[in-house]
């Protein structure tokens, strides 16, 4: 059920973060949209807009603080902006950790 309502905030940002970009870069609405590696269409900004957007409704739907830009995110071995589903799984996660403290 998280991983479902998750998936379902980083489309919704998704549709924020494209309403700021033009036609020809906007994002894919699916939960197999690339999003930041080598064929992803997210570039730095868009990236940093896509992780505050999720953050604050992340943070909104289950009452908890999760941080998509610090060390351990950005240390992981696989790359957790690759895609809708791997930053579902990857918040997912994160949320659990967070609501089993």
């Given at each position: 059920m998280i991983a479902?309502?998750?998936t379902y905030i980083i489309l919704k940002a998704?549709?924020?973060l494209n309403q700021q970009l033009s036609p020809e870069k906007r994002i894919s609405i699916s939960t197999?949209?690339?999003l930041s590696n080598d064929?992803?269409?997210l570039?730095?900004?868009g990236l940093v807009n896509l992780i505050l957007i999720v953050e604050e409704q992340v943070s909104n739907e289950f009452g908890v603080q999760i941080s998509l830009s610090d060390e351990k995110t950005m240390t992981q071995i696989d790359?957790?902006?690759k895609s809708v589903k791997t930053l579902s799984d990857y918040i997912s996660r994160l949320v659990e950790e967070k609501q089993n403290v």
């Open positions: 479902m309502n998750i998704l549709k924020e197999d949209a690339l064929e992803g269409p570039d730095s900004l790359n957790p902006f």
